[in-house]
């Protein structure tokens, strides 16, 4: 596993130099990465979430693309067009801007629901289908969304079979004041980003991905994921609790930070230090919990305090 965590660390301290103070959320963008899953961003406007994206895409050597999601916008704009060429008098396929290795889609919940499930099939099957053909996204393929969680005048909240497919959600926040501080100074004259080199390739990220898969589980653990899962569905205040798709991510999650810890197996620390920001953005508050502000975070909490962790004993 000494090769994953050579990876991540690279990356990690690769994008710190441009996004100040933020560490834990750089380190959980890089275990979606080796856990091919997709991040939902979700933060007010001006903390560094498209810096970040590109931050990433560069560090790898990535190709990136950006969608600015809009309510008019068109499926056709996200996954392409088939047009008819006069001149070979064939129909071609001109690829949208879903064909890219890091995709942003940023403030995906302005767009109409037809234009969000767009993204769907990418981000499950890794492909698009236009007219009726399909077509591979490149390898590795990573979705990085953003929205802002104030303003919801003119916006379409993702519905819950959307939100489900994003691996894991990350929230910036505003920076402490000696890094906003550092921000200023770095960017007197140029932007930090047109400094950053790329320190990892896609062969190795790839090969990454391999590896994390093959990092142990013992059941005792795959056990307390599931009792994690099954704990938010349980709960009072819960209207709708994360699906099985989040026990695997959980599962997958925790895989990967064991492997960029350096470790060839899980403990109870990694799925605990993953579980607020696996499933959180999969539970649905009960309309009563809502009306006295539970958050979903805060159950996901409770939750973690009320599931015996395996090999502890008991107080």
Same mark, same amino acid.
């Given at each position: 596993m000494q090769d994953v965590r050579s990876v991540a660390e690279r990356v990690v301290n690769n994008v710190k130099r441009v996004i100040l103070g933020k560490e834990r959320a750089i380190e959980l963008v890089v275990v979606a990465l080796l856990s091919r899953g997709h991040i939902l961003i979700e933060d007010v406007p001006g903390v560094g979430k498209t810096t970040l994206a590109k931050t990433i895409a560069k560090s790898l050597g990535f190709t990136f693309k950006r969608m600015q999601f809009t309510p008019d916008l068109l499926p056709s704009d996200v996954t392409g067009v088939t047009i008819y060429n006069q001149k070979t008098q064939e129909f071609e396929f001109r690829p949208g801007p879903i064909m890219a290795?890091?995709?942003l889609a940023d403030e995906v919940n302005r767009a109409t629901p037809k234009t969000q499930s767009a993204l769907l099939e990418a981000m499950e099957e890794e492909q698009v289908t236009v007219d009726g053909i399909t077509y591979p996204l490149p390898a590795p393929f990573l979705v990085m969304a953003t929205q802002n969680p104030i303003e919801y005048e003119g916006t379409f909240p993702l519905p819950e079979a959307q939100l489900d497919r994003f691996f894991l959600r990350v929230n910036l926040g505003y920076p402490?004041?000696?890094?906003?501080?550092?921000?200023?100074? +770095? #960017?007197?004259r140029v932007h930090p980003l047109t400094e950053v080199g790329q320190v990892a390739d896609g062969a190795e990220i790839v090969? +990454? #991905?391999a590896a994390v898969r093959d990092v142990y589980v013992d059941r005792l653990v795959r056990e307390y994921v599931v009792d994690l899962a099954r704990a938010t569905r349980e709960h009072a205040d819960v209207y709708l609790g994360a699906s099985p798709r989040g026990s695997l991510s959980l599962f997958r999650g925790s895989q990967a930070m064991a492997a960029i810890r350096g470790?060839?197996?899980v403990i109870p620390d990694d799925v605990k230090a993953l579980a607020v920001s696996v499933l959180s953005h999969r539970v649905i508050v009960s309309p009563a919990a809502r009306i006295r502000s539970v958050d979903t975070r805060g159950i996901v909490d409770e939750v973690m305090e009320q599931v015996p962790v395996p090999g502890a004993s008991a107080a």
């Open positions: 290795q890091i995709v402490a004041r000696p890094d906003e501080l550092h921000v200023l100074e +770095a #960017q007197q090969a +990454a #991905q470790r060839d197996y």
